[in-house]
């Protein structure tokens, strides 16, 4: 047996002693393989899974502003919205019209303890996929900041946001009403 093919054998055979020390499962080659952590210490939190992605609904027939932010911005938000009993039409709290039509968060890792579905428009909250939980935000300030951020982001362009009527006011400053397409 040459050198080479001792050496990868070498390798091979330490990696798998590595990894039945270290707990890992084994998984079929398409899925993640995991490890098991030692008890009492907590896993640090990999970077898709303490954020959430947001989408600006305001487009029909062109994509949506979309951008990424971390889920610890939206918490302090969802801590102050209240909970309530609401029952929305069918299609939700988002309205089928044209122009702005709120923001929807996507949120699969469910980061941050945060609903992994939630959609905001008008004051309110609409949370979960399959049993809805409703909040209400009187200020509209987790929907106003999110849209701002967009802009922050430069997801959205500042023409667009200064076009969208939050709470009575265009851009988050005067009147409820249309904006975007």
Known sequence: MSNAIRSVLAVVFMLAIVMVQTGVNAAPIDQPVT????SGVAPVAADAKSTV???????????DPEFVI??????PFMKKAKRIA?????????PAALGYKGVLVENPAKAGGLPELFAIYDGKIEAGVKE???YVDQSRSLEKFLVKEAVN???MEEEVYKRIKIDG????????GKGGE
């Open 35 to 38: 490890a098991r952590m030692p």
């Open 53 to 63: 992605k947001v989408r600006v609904l305001i487009y029909s027939g062109r994509p």
């Open 70 to 75: 971390p889920a610890s911005q939206i918490i």
């Open 86 to 94: 609401f029952k929305s039409a069918a299609g939700g709290i988002i």
């Open 132 to 134: 809805k939980i409703y």
């Open 153 to 155: 982001r430069k997801a």
């Open 169 to 176: 006011t265009e851009g988050g400053k005067e009147g409820k």
